[in-house]
Nanobody, 111 residues
Framework: VQLVESGGGSVQSGESLRLSCAAS????????MAWFRQAPGKEREGVAN???????RYAHSVKDRFTISRDNAKNTIYLQMNSLKSEDTALYYC???????WGQGTQVTVS
């Protein structure tokens, strides 16, 4: 199983980014997927997850600003991040398989 994140970058506060996570060698459709993040000196935290029925859940800190979605045809999940804040700065990871599988992460820096 391979999970490859992309879409990170450096933006100004208030701007937007969209992260992508492409899965390979994995039964994507119907499975739960998630985004986590880890800021320097802090523990990894869950940001959002989406189950096989497209029900999504969010951390309180990102609710109403971030949106998780999936495209089963492309074996890809997305994280649309709007109104970014400096506290959103972190390395963002996607996870699958009951969080057994992890990507390498993509850096988001908000200044």
């Amino acid at each position: 199983v391979q999970l490859v994140e992309s879409g990170g970058g450096s933006v100004q506060s208030g701007e937007s980014l969209r992260l992508s996570c492409a899965a390979s060698e994995y039964t994507f459709s119907g499975s739960s997927m998630a985004w986590f993040r880890q800021a320097p000196g802090k523990e990894r935290e869950g940001v959002a997850n989406i189950d096989g029925h497209d029900v999504s859940r969010y951390a309180h800190s990102v609710k109403d600003r971030f949106t998780i979605s999936r495209d089963n045809a492309k074996n890809t999940i997305y994280l649309q991040m709007n109104s970014l804040k400096s506290e959103d700065t972190a390395l963002y990871y996607c996870a699958a398989g009951g969080w057994t599988y992890w990507g390498q992460g993509t850096q988001v820096t908000v200044s």
